[in-house]
C-alpha cells in the first residue's frame, strides 16, 4: 500500500460532501478504465470528444493550485496513465488534449482535481 506516498499527512483524504470522492469510494457508479494505488479514470458522463476519460487523485485533491513538490509521484502517474490510455484507446498516433480546469473561471465544475484526456477528433486552439 503506497497510497499515502503523495499526499500531505495533515490533509483529508476524502472530502464527504466531493461527488469525485464518492466515486472513488464506490458510493456513486462510473464506468472505470484504469485504476492502481494512487489513482482512478472513468469516462466523463457527458462526454465532449469520442474518447473523454477523467483522470483523478484517489484522495482528495481541490485543484491542481494545490499541488506540491509533495504530489511529483502522483503528477507522475496521472500523466502516465494519461499516456497508457491514450495507446489503448487507440488515440495516441493521431494525437490528444489532456486539460485540467482550475476554478470558475477555469471552467472547474467538481473541485476534486482531475484530468480531462480528450482524443477522436481534432481540437481547435485556444479553447473557448
Ligand atoms: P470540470 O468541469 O473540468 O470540473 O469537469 C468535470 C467533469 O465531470 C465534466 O466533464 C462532467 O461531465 C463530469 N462529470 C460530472 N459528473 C460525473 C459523473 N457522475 N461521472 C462521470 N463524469 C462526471
Ligand atoms: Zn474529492
Not at 490533509?11 to 484504469?34: H, M, N, Q, W, Y
Not at 477528433?121 to 473557448?128: H, I, N, S, V
Request: proline share 6%; glycine share 10%.
Amino acid at each position: 500500500m503506497t497510497t499515502g506516498a503523495a499526499r500531505d499527512s495533515a490533509a483529508p483524504r476524502r472530502d464527504p460532501d466531493c461527488l469525485f470522492c464518492r466515486i472513488v469510494a464506490g458510493e456513486i457508479p462510473s464506468t472505470k478504465v484504469a485504476e492502481d494505488d494512487l489513482v482512478i479514470a472513468i469516462r466523463d458522463i457527458a462526454p465532449r470528444a469520442p474518447t473523454h476519460v477523467l483522470i483523478m487523485p484517489r484522495d482528495h485533491v481541490a485543484s491542481a493550485a494545490d499541488l506540491t513538490d509533495e504530489h511529483a509521484a502522483l503528477v507522475g502517474r496521472i500523466f502516465a496513465t494519461a499516456a497508457e490510455i491514450a495507446r489503448s484507446e487507440g488515440i495516441a498516433d493521431g494525437g490528444y488534449r489532456i486539460v485540467t480546469n482550475i476554478g470558475a473561471w477555469g471552467g472547474q465544475t467538481v473541485d476534486h482535481l482531475h484530468f480531462h484526456l480528450m482524443g477522436g477528433r481534432a481540437f481547435t486552439w485556444p479553447p473557448g
